[in-house]
């Protein structure tokens, strides 16, 4: 059986009343829960990563995973991808192991993995990985004016297209859209930067990095990963409706990619970039 996108539960509600002294409701009912399932990336039968992601648009995922990483340059480097049987004691394939099958000139080596740094966690410099984005990002970035009425519109239009979000209240969501903010692509997941492979993946496979004419929206905070992955798929601005690391601005603002936070509502931060005239 394919894995959930949401799953459903018996929930406690509880309820207090407004200074937080006493307990007015207490209500047990379903509730609907993000899916979160391992999904394991094999290339010509060998482990590449496991990824914990939401169950859907896995091979978008391991498109966009593979591009962002360096792997590969269009969709045709890769010949085929497909699920192979699963884990279960009796052979159920659960749609948690994709094979992903190169063409014979693109041989992934699995010493050359990942960058130096794709978390904030690692403890490598910034002067590295900023270094090291620069060797792998094959377009190069466009300059685009950061326009304050199209960017205080994106965080709503991303919403709109957040259907498990709505569901559940604890998913992420990537979108990709025109300059002028009409809408081009919408995916989710419990990871922000698997959101934002789903979306690259996605353009990738339609012919459409690089992605020099679109803007990269982020449900989340803007992190060094979510910025490296932009600047390989050619994005010129990356916008997010929470904070930006300090990773985030240095690298946004070495490569030339504008970079908008806390974009809410009528207000957002510019922390690279500059505004249009």
Same mark, same amino acid.
């Given at each position: ?13 509880? @309820? ?10 207490? $209500? =047990?009912?379903?509730?609907?829960? #993000? ?11 060998? =482990?590449? /990563?496991?990824?914990?992601? /939401? ?19 269009? #969709? ?9 049987? !699963?884990? /279960?004691? *009796? ?35 910034? /002067? ?58 919408? @995916?989710?997941?419990? !990871?922000?930067?698997?959101?934002? *492979? ?14 020099? $004419? ?25 916008? #997010? ?22 974009? @809410? ?13």
């Amino acid at each position: 059986m394919a894995g959930r996108v949401t799953s459903n539960f018996a929930v406690t509600k509880v @309820r207090l009343n407004e200074d937080r002294t006493e307990v007015i409701q207490v $209500d =047990t009912r379903a509730d609907s829960v #993000a899916g979160e399932e391992p999904l394991e990336i094999r290339v010509d039968g060998q =482990t590449l /990563t496991t990824t914990m992601r /939401t169950p859907g648009h896995d091979i978008e995922l391991a498109h966009g995973f593979l591009h962002s990483e360096g792997h590969i340059q269009a #969709a045709r480097d890769i010949e085929s991808a497909k699920y192979c049987e !699963g884990a /279960t004691h *009796d052979g159920v394939n659960t749609y948690n192991l994709l094979d992903v099958e190169m063409r014979d000139d693109n041989v992934i080596s699995l010493k050359d993995l990942r960058l130096t740094l794709t978390n904030s966690s690692c403890g490598v410099c910034g /002067t590295s990985s900023i270094e090291e984005l620069a060797k792998k990002t094959r377009y190069p970035i466009p300059h685009i004016p950061v326009d304050p009425l199209v960017v205080a519109q994106l965080p709503d239009k991303l919403r709109e297209g957040q259907k498990q979000f709505r569901k559940t209240g604890g998913i992420h969501a990537a979108g990709a859209f025109t300059l002028d903010g009409k809408r081009v692509v919408i @995916r989710e997941d419990v !990871g922000r930067h698997n959101a934002a *492979d789903k979306v690259i993946g996605h353009l990738l496979m339609e012919g459409r990095l690089p992605a020099d $004419d679109l803007i990269l929206v982020m449900s989340s905070r803007a992190s060094f990963e979510l910025v490296q992955k932009a600047a390989m798929a050619g994005f010129g601005m990356l916008v #997010a409706v929470s904070a930006a690391s300090s990773l985030a601005v240095e690298t946004a603002r070495e490569t030339g990619m504008a970079l908008v936070g806390f974009a @809410r509502g009528d207000r957002f931060n510019l922390y690279s970039g500059e505004l249009k005239k």
